[in-house]
Nanobody, 123 residues
Framework: QVQLVESGGGLVQAGGSLTLSCAAS?????MAWFRQVPGKEREFVAG????????YYSDSVQGRFTASRDTVKNTAYLQMSDLKPEDTAVYYC???????????????????WGQGTQVTVSS
């Protein structure tokens, strides 16, 4: 079974940047990023299709975050810029193996998850 390993979280000041990575151990179709804060549901952040040619973002990060992937390395990236304190959360990488091109925002569509990485943005 494919496994996902995330890296790249940390502490950053508001306005700063961070890049998250998610390495898949096997072939991966849709790779997406979700985030969760205590007491709230996990929310969709961004996704990228299997070729890395199509992306989709939540309204809250559109224009500030960039999702991409290296198909040779089987690794997805989330470049986050102009970070805000409200971006503070645990970020999860997720895999949807049921479609190659349709980026879905419902967490129940994703059957495989990374371990999560903490992103903290200080004001």
């Amino acid at each position: 079974q494919v496994q996902l390993v995330e890296s790249g979280g940390g502490l950053v000041q508001a306005g700063g940047s961070l890049t998250l990575s998610c390495a898949a151990s096997g072939r991966a179709f849709i790779m997406a990023w979700f985030r969760q804060v205590p007491g709230k549901e996990r929310e969709f952040v961004a996704g990228v299709d299997w070729r890395g040619t199509s992306t989709y973002y939540s309204d809250s990060v559109q224009g500030r975050f960039t999702a991409s992937r290296d198909t040779v390395k089987n690794t997805a990236y989330l470049q986050m810029s102009d970070l805000k304190p409200e971006d503070t959360a645990v970020y999860y990488c997720a895999l949807d193996q049921n479609t190659r091109v349709r980026i879905r925002t419902d967490q129940n569509s994703y059957g495989l998850w990374g371990q999560g990485t903490q992103v903290t943005v200080s004001s």
